[in-house]
Each structure stands twice: as structure tokens, then as C-alpha cells.
């Protein structure tokens, strides 16, 4: 089993920045991926970003390109999200997620990652 913890949430003003992080535990491995989701209320969950083991591959969702990085440190089993220019938009409740084993690419639908964390708000004033 894998654990993930997000951190880093919080209220901040439209044009500011957040960074969030996804502590992984448990027994991780050098084949998972680490997707970014996020759900606002009434919504449902979408992909944002993901990142291979390796740091290599990086997808993006188009709402979030060019604004957001996904990043990751193997030595310390997190990965990051870097949130720059929010939006009132970008209001959600963020989750990070892991699958192994996944092959090339990186998976961009909810039900195909295996290990979740709990969440962390996000909220963008305007």
C-alpha cells in the first residue's frame, strides 16, 4: 500500500501563488505516477497535471498549462505542484494520486489511479 498526504493549501488572492505537496509513503516504487486532480463543488474530479517517477514526462490540462509545474524530489518521495497566476476558477479541493506501473504516458482519468490522498483546499478570491 501506498499513503499520500497533499499539503499546502489555502486561501489566497486571484495572481498569487500556491505551491502544493504529496508526501507518498508506504511501499512506493520507481514505476508510479503521480497525477494531480482537483474537484470543485458540484463538479467532478478533473485532471490537472501528472508526472512520471523519473521526472521525464509531464502532461498538462489545458486549463492549466503554462500557469501550473509539476515537479517531483524521488529523495524525499514527493511531488510538487506549483500554482502561479491563479484564477477564481481555480478554486477546488486538490488531491494527488499515484498508479504503478502504468506504461507510456500518464493517466488523465480518475478511476485509473490505484492510491489517493485526502485533499487539500484551494480557494482564489477575486
Known amino acids: 500500500q501506498v499513503q499520500l498526504v497533499e499539503s499546502g493549501g489555502g486561501v489566497v488572492q486571484a495572481g498569487g501563488s500556491l505551491r502544493l505537496s504529496c508526501a507518498a509513503s508506504g511501499r512506493t516504487s520507481s514505476s508510479d505516477t503521480t497525477g494531480w486532480f482537483r474537484q470543485a463543488p458540484g463538479k467532478e474530479r478533473e485532471f490537472v497535471a501528472g508526472?512520471?517517477?523519473?521526472?521525464?514526462?509531464?502532461y498538462y490540462a489545458d486549463s492549466v498549462k503554462g500557469r501550473f509545474t509539476v515537479s517531483r524530489d524521488n529523495a524525499k518521495n514527493t511531488a510538487y505542484l506549483q500554482m502561479n497566476s491563479l484564477k477564481p476558477e481555480d478554486t477546488a479541493i486538490y488531491y494527488c494520486a499515484a498508479v504503478r506501473n502504468y506504461g507510456l504516458g500518464i493517466p488523465k482519468r480518475w478511476r485509473e489511479y490505484a492510491y489517493w490522498g485526502q485533499g487539500t483546499q484551494v480557494t482564489v478570491s477575486s
Open positions: 508526472i512520471t517517477w523519473s521526472g521525464g514526462t509531464t
